[in-house]
């Protein structure tokens, strides 16, 4: 029978684990995963590479970027700005802090709301990011709130840094979270908050495997899967 596609939201603070739980949880479950993160860094990219510094700049650059993105064999999602593969710049750290800026921005949340929500109308989805179930899916199946104690979230960064050999400074980064935390939950646009419907799941001092377990619960006893 045919029915709309699930879509699962997850959203919540940076480090979290949301990318790679969700990544996890996708494929276990067969569904596409949309990080909506890695949009908002394509963004904040081009607006790093053209500096554009001011809310004006940003916007007026808008009209002239075209993202798209695409699932590698691998499965992994890649994304291209105006064409080209950005996937690996945009992990950058002075990405994140762009990202975190850019998407404090009104137009810029509206420039990617119907990209995102598109992804969610084809395919049964499990998105990660900020507002998806506060904004972008707020008819989500099920919507998931993760966190983690920001000593936790930062740890974990540090771990993720120190594999891809871009290890930075454990303090800085740790400066750089709580930052990122009051900029994405201070925002007037869409901030960072708990749908009224959302189950909270805090992952601090949890493994991979406890957190990817309770993640699966919660959305078998949801959807049935
Ligand atoms: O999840 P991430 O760290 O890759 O996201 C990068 C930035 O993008 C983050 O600081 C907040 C922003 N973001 C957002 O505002 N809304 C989303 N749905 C996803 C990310």
């Keep these: 029978m045919d029915r709309k596609p699930y879509a699962i939201a997850i959203d919540g603070p940076s480090g979290a684990g949301k990318s790679s739980l969700a990544r996890s949880v996708a494929r276990e479950i067969g569904f596409v995963y949309v990080d909506t993160g890695a949009i908002y860094r394509t963004v904040g990219w081009a607006a790093l590479r053209r500096s554009a510094e001011d809310a004006a700049a940003v916007a007026a650059l808008l009209p002239e970027i075209r993202i798209t993105m ?5 499965g992994e999602q890649r994304m291209y700005l105006n064409g080209e593969d950005v996937s ?6 002075e990405v994140s802090m762009a990202a975190s800026r850019i998407s404090a921005l009104p137009e810029v949340r509206s420039f990617l709301l119907d990209m995102q929500r598109s992804l969610a109308e084809k ?3 499990i998105m ?10 707020p008819h989500a199946d099920v919507k998931i709130f993760l ?20 290890a930075k400074d454990f303090e800085q980064l740790l400066r750089e979270i709580k930052e990122r935390d009051y900029n994405d939950t201070h925002r007037a646009a869409a901030p960072l908050r708990p749908a009224e419907d959302a189950v909270v ?11 990817r377990q309770q993640l699966l619960d919660i959305i078998r006893g949801r959807v049935g899967l």
Excluded: M, W
């Design 70 to 74: 695409d699932y590698g064999e691998d």
């Design 201 to 211: 799941l805090d992952t601090t001092g949890n493994t991979f495997q406890q957190s």
């Design 147 to 166: 966190t983690a104690s920001v000593e936790d979230r930062a740890r974990r960064r540090y771990q993720e840094l120190c594999q891809r050999g871009t």
């Design 128 to 137: 990660d990011g900020r507002d998806i179930g506060t904004v972008v899916l």
């Design 123 to 125: 395919n049964n989805v």
């Design 88 to 93: 690996e710049k945009i992990r950058l750290p």
